[in-house]
């Protein structure tokens, strides 16, 4: 069964920490994103790559950098984590062009206290 | 914005009944496509309909796309209580000249489905 696998399903951190969040897919796909959800905001894109090595920011990238150094890894990465970063996030992968729609993690939900 | 926007927010039937629920956009798409999430869990692919096609099913499930209209539904037909998530639509928009696969996600549809 293709998959994509979120570190963690919950976390707390403290306020200033340095979070990552791990996504690993094992169906050789070259996209890979990063989204947050948040009630009543729907989905919003944080930072995407659609290589190795290669990253595209979103609609949302402030205080958070990614690390694509492995195809199938994708990190992102809360230099300094803040309370308004606590939320739902959520890992996808697809094939380039995003043939065959997104295979989604089941959701890291973090909380910054 | 370039998000999809589904309507309507919520929709609360009984077991048997259809689900309709709709989705409209703002931009060109090379396609649309549903997903459902389950209460605190990712989103699991649905359906993918291409910007030349009218009418797609997949089981139980219907999708239309009104290009003209930009706009599309989703019925899901004999509902169960299973059928309990939040649907989403998304679109792969076509004026920004990417071929990079990056989709635009509405807020969702939360649908009820009581035993």
């Known amino acids: 069964d293709v998959k994509v696998t979120q570190s963690s399903r919950y976390l707390v951190k403290r306020t200033g920490e340095k979070v990552f969040l791990e996504c690993v897919q094992d169906?050789?796909?070259?996209?890979m994103f990063w989204y947050r959800q948040d009630p009543g905001l729907g989905l919003r894109l944080i930072y995407f790559?659609?290589?190795?090595?290669?990253?595209e920011k979103g609609d949302i990238p402030e205080g958070y950098s990614v690390s694509r150094e492995k195809k199938e890894r994708f990190s992102l990465i809360l230099e300094s984590a803040s309370t308004n970063q606590t939320s739902m996030y959520l890992c996808?992968?697809?094939?380039?062009?995003?043939?065959?729609?997104?295979?989604f993690g089941s959701g890291t939900r973090l909380t910054v206290v | 914005s370039q998000q999809g926007e589904e309507d309507p927010q919520a929709l609360s039937i009984q077991e048997g009944e259809n689900a309709t629920m709709n989705c409209s956009y703002k931009?060109?798409?090379?396609?649309l496509q549903w997903y459902r999430q389950n209460s605190g869990r990712g989103l699991v692919h649905l359906i993918l309909?291409?910007?030349?096609?009218r009418e797609k099913h997949s089981g139980r499930l219907r999708v239309t796309l009104d290009t003209s209209k930009k706009s599309s539904s989703l019925l899901i037909t004999a509902s169960r209580a299973a059928d309990t998530a939040s649907y989403f639509c998304?679109?792969?928009?076509?004026?920004?000249?990417?071929?990079?696969?990056?989709?635009?996600f509405g807020r969702g549809t939360q649908l009820t489905v009581w035993p």
């Open positions: 996808a992968s697809s094939l380039l062009g995003g043939r065959g729609g997104y295979t």
């Open positions: 169906m050789d796909h070259e996209n």
């Open positions: 790559s659609y290589d190795v090595k290669m990253k």
């Open positions: 931009t060109s798409i090379n396609n």
């Open positions: 309909i291409r910007s030349n096609e």
């Open positions: 998304a679109t792969d928009a076509r004026d920004r000249g990417s071929t990079l696969g990056r989709l635009y």
